[in-house]
């Protein structure tokens, strides 16, 4: 199995702060990552494809970047409705694998 | 827009067999690959397996003896058989689209509400 290995599982932020989340594959997957927005009692929302497309309808603070083994969320200008957590899933190989998640708290 | 919805019983005991449908709308079956996915409480996502429009299929390996995945293309649907539940398959099961972007891009890019199942006696 792929392992994603995301950090920090956790981080307090204020409105208006850049965010950074990372995952790091355990092989090699090229731009076959996703990144997902989770809030409480809802399904996963997708954020980014490709590693670095952006979901359409999405606003564009959010941004994904990488390749190979280690990527990257970004958040350019945190805002209230970004308060969530944010999990990494990689399609280049089976079993798919999620990283195991970053909750984005208020501080 | 593709929409799935999972239907099922909340409520499994045991040694008995967990038994889910996710209905397709505004897509079909017959194209890309249909996944489940569930999440225990409080936990991160876990990938159960898929079904592509060819009907192959795609196990996890810590669930493979255990899971069946099918596709009823009359109905457009897409069903989960997980045999001999315990108490850690309690969770909420939802069934997703995986599309595929040219590229050899794929990304789960539609999920169900989901649905909680509770392995209890």
């Known amino acids: 199995d792929i392992q994603m290995t995301q950090s920090p599982s956790s981080l307090s932020a204020s409105v208006g702060d850049r965010v950074t989340i990372t995952c790091r594959a355990s092989?090699?997957?090229?731009?076959?990552l996703g990144w997902y927005q989770q809030k409480p009692g809802k399904a996963p929302e997708r954020l980014i494809y490709?590693?670095?497309t952006l979901q359409s309808g999405v606003p564009s603070r959010f941004s994904g970047s990488g390749s190979g083994t280690e990527f990257t969320l970004t958040i350019s200008s945190l805002q209230p409705e970004d308060f969530a957590t944010y999990y990494c899933?990689?399609?280049?190989?089976?079993?798919?694998?999620f990283g195991q998640g970053t909750k984005v708290e208020i501080k | 827009q593709v929409q799935l919805q999972e239907s099922g019983p909340g409520l499994v005991k045991p040694s008995e067999t967990l038994s889910l449908t996710c209905t397709v709308s505004?897509?079909?079956?017959?194209?890309?690959?249909w996944t489940w996915i569930r999440q225990p409480p409080g936990k991160g996502p876990e990938w159960i397996g898929d079904?592509?429009?060819?009907?192959?299929?795609n196990y996890n390996p810590s669930l493979k003896s255990r899971v069946t995945i099918s596709v009823d293309r009359s109905k457009n649907q897409f069903s989960l058989m997980l045999n001999s539940v315990t108490a850690a398959d309690t969770a909420v099961y939802y069934c997703?689209?995986?599309?595929?972007?040219?590229?050899?891009?794929?990304?789960?890019?539609?999920w169900g509400q989901g649905t909680l199942v509770t392995v209890s006696s």
């Open positions: 490709a590693a670095s």
């Open positions: 079904i592509s429009y060819s009907g192959s299929t």
């Open positions: 899933l990689q399609h280049n190989g089976y079993p798919r694998t």
């Open positions: 092989q090699g997957i090229r731009n076959d």
């Open positions: 505004g897509g079909s079956v017959n194209s890309y690959y």
């Open positions: 997703a689209r995986e599309g595929y972007y040219g590229s050899g891009i794929y990304s789960i890019d539609y």
